[in-house]
């Protein structure tokens, strides 16, 4: 898309620094909200990995003015450096507190690569040494150019060229006969497919209406309108993800049989069928895309459950997807969700469960392999007690 997703910043936040004895200001750029750097250097291609590392520990940020390439090896070397210094760090005793640190080595790990910063010149241009074109990618994400200078981190320039690429690709979904879902930057990509697949197999319970609550790229409304739902009326609460879901819904050609609104879960009205995906696992999110995999306090989980009996139709019925890692990794005990379902005046007609297939799933160097490897998703059909 080429318009803007939000609405603009009055009084963006600016970066100062002094470069060849002049004071200098730019736009400021973080997608999770980070305030300026205080501190900054102007470093080039001289720049070695071991200082640059060192600086970026420190909390000092690096304005790179050299080569583009160059400057995205020295973040990979940073990030080799940060993985070296992870490692030899005291193997944890329990999943949970191995969850707990992964967590913050990852915040740390986020915070000390996003030392190293670039310019954007007026229109979004990367005046750099073989720079690619990034003005497009830029403006998918941000919206369309103030006519001013913008420093961004590289790690989240190098993030928005990627989701740039994500979007021109496509995702392949097999409850689409194969036809691509194309995820714009910051809407969680539906790159696990097996989720999706529960969707595409369980029983409808009526063709006629379904609410699908959080839709962000519009998959599961469009895996339910190719199983014949005649009208679904999916919801969200982030500008960029009811514009993704717009256009991805038209261009499957379920547009018109699918109403794309903006609502905190709920629509109006009933259904006999409603559908939520909701983050997986309790916790703070650190980004806008963190919010698809972290819900504070079960908030959206907790919404839908609460919300659900007035929301069903006679005899409907709400889908619930969710993974199981929470438990396994000490962050939610089913006995939990089990309550929240039974004081809503829900109980569980069927569960439909799935074994993971993504990669980390398969990865013993993971720290959290031993969760990952033994996940389980599960759709739960939830009704009105009888």
Same mark, same amino acid.
């Given at each position: 898309?080429?318009?803007?997703?939000?609405?603009?910043?009055?009084?963006?936040?600016?970066?100062?620094?002094?470069?060849?004895?002049? &004071?200098?200001?730019?736009?400021?750029?973080?997608?999770? +909200?980070? $305030?300026?750097?205080?501190?900054?250097?102007?470093?080039?291609? +001289?720049?070695?990995?071991?200082?640059?590392?060192?600086? &970026?520990?420190?909390?000092?940020?690096?304005?790179?003015?050299?080569? %583009?390439?160059?400057?995205?090896?020295?973040?990979?070397? @940073?990030?080799?450096?940060?993985?070296?210094?992870?490692?030899?760090?005291?193997?944890?005793?329990?999943?949970?507190?191995? %969850?707990?640190?992964?967590?913050?080595?990852?915040?740390?790990?986020?915070?000390?690569?996003?030392?190293?910063?670039?310019?954007?010149?007026?229109?979004?241009?990367?005046?750099?040494?073989? &720079?690619?074109?990034?003005?497009?990618?830029?403006?998918?994400?941000?919206?369309?150019?103030?006519?001013?200078?913008?420093?961004?981190?590289?790690?989240?320039?190098?993030?928005?060229?990627?989701?740039?690429?994500?979007?021109?690709?496509?995702?392949? @979904?097999?409850?689409?006969?194969?036809?691509?879902?194309? $995820?714009?930057?910051?809407? %969680?990509? $539906?790159?696990?497919?097996?989720?999706?697949?529960?969707?595409?197999?369980?029983?409808?319970?009526?063709?006629?209406?379904?609410?699908?609550?959080?839709?962000?790229?519009?998959?599961?409304?469009?895996?339910?309108?190719?199983?014949?739902?005649?009208?679904?009326?999916?919801?969200?609460?982030?500008?960029?993800?009811?514009?993704?879901?717009?256009?991805?819904?038209?261009?499957? +050609?379920?547009?018109?049989?699918?109403?794309?609104?903006?609502?905190?879960?709920?629509?109006?009205?009933?259904?006999?069928?409603?559908?939520?995906?909701?983050?997986?696992?309790?916790?703070?999110?650190?980004?806008?895309?963190?919010?698809?995999?972290?819900?504070?306090?079960?908030?959206?989980?907790?919404? %839908? @459950?609460?919300?659900?009996?007035?929301?069903?139709?006679?005899?409907?019925?709400?889908?619930?997807?969710?993974?199981?890692?929470?438990?396994?990794?000490?962050?939610?005990?089913?006995?939990?969700?089990?309550?929240?379902?039974?004081?809503?005046?829900?109980?569980?007609?069927?569960?439909?469960?799935?074994?993971?297939?993504?990669?980390?799933?398969?990865?013993?160097?993971?720290?959290?392999?031993?969760?990952? +490897?033994?996940?389980?998703?599960?759709?739960?059909?939830?009704?009105?007690?009888?």
């Amino acid at each position: 898309m080429s318009e803007a997703v939000a609405a603009p910043d009055q009084t963006p936040t600016r970066l100062h620094w002094r470069e060849d004895g002049r &004071a200098l200001a730019a736009r400021w750029r973080s997608e999770a +909200g980070l $305030p300026p750097p205080v501190q900054v250097e102007v470093v080039d291609d +001289g720049m070695p990995a071991d200082r640059a590392w060192r600086l &970026a520990c420190e909390g000092k940020a690096m304005l790179w003015r050299g080569d %583009f390439h160059n400057a995205r090896q020295l973040l990979s070397a @940073i990030g080799r450096r940060v993985d070296r210094s992870d490692r030899r760090r005291r193997a944890p005793s329990d999943v949970a507190e191995a %969850f707990h640190r992964h967590r913050m080595a990852q915040a740390q790990r986020a915070r000390t690569l996003g030392q190293l910063l670039v310019p954007l010149g007026a229109g979004y241009e990367l005046a750099l040494r073989r &720079a690619p074109a990034v003005a497009l990618a830029c403006r998918e994400a941000w919206g369309e150019a103030a006519d001013e200078s913008t420093v961004v981190s590289l790690r989240e320039l190098l993030g928005i060229i990627g989701a740039h690429q994500w979007r021109l690709k496509g995702v392949p @979904i097999a409850g689409l006969g194969g036809r691509r879902i194309h $995820p714009h930057y910051g809407v %969680f990509s $539906p790159i696990r497919g097996e989720y999706l697949d529960l969707v595409a197999r369980t029983p409808l319970p009526s063709s006629e209406l379904a609410f699908d609550l959080g839709t962000g790229t519009g998959v599961l409304a469009a895996v339910l309108a190719r199983r014949g739902v005649e009208r679904v009326v999916a919801t969200d609460l982030s500008p960029r993800a009811l514009t993704c879901a717009r256009e991805n819904l038209s261009t499957l +050609g379920f547009g018109e049989r699918v109403d794309v609104c903006r609502a905190d879960l709920y629509p109006p009205g009933r259904a006999p069928l409603v559908v939520c995906n909701p983050p997986w696992l309790p916790g703070k999110a650190a980004s806008p895309l963190d919010a698809a995999v972290y819900d504070p306090d079960s908030r959206m989980l907790r919404g %839908f @459950i609460d919300g659900l009996g007035a929301h069903l139709a006679p005899d409907g019925e709400g889908w619930l997807i969710l993974s199981d890692l929470a438990e396994r990794l000490q962050l939610r005990p089913r006995e939990v969700l089990l309550g929240w379902i039974e004081r809503a005046g829900l109980e569980v007609l069927a569960r439909d469960d799935i074994r993971p297939r993504h990669r980390k799933a398969f990865d013993r160097s993971d720290p959290l392999h031993g969760a990952r +490897g033994a996940e389980i998703t599960s759709l739960w059909r939830l009704v009105a007690r009888r």
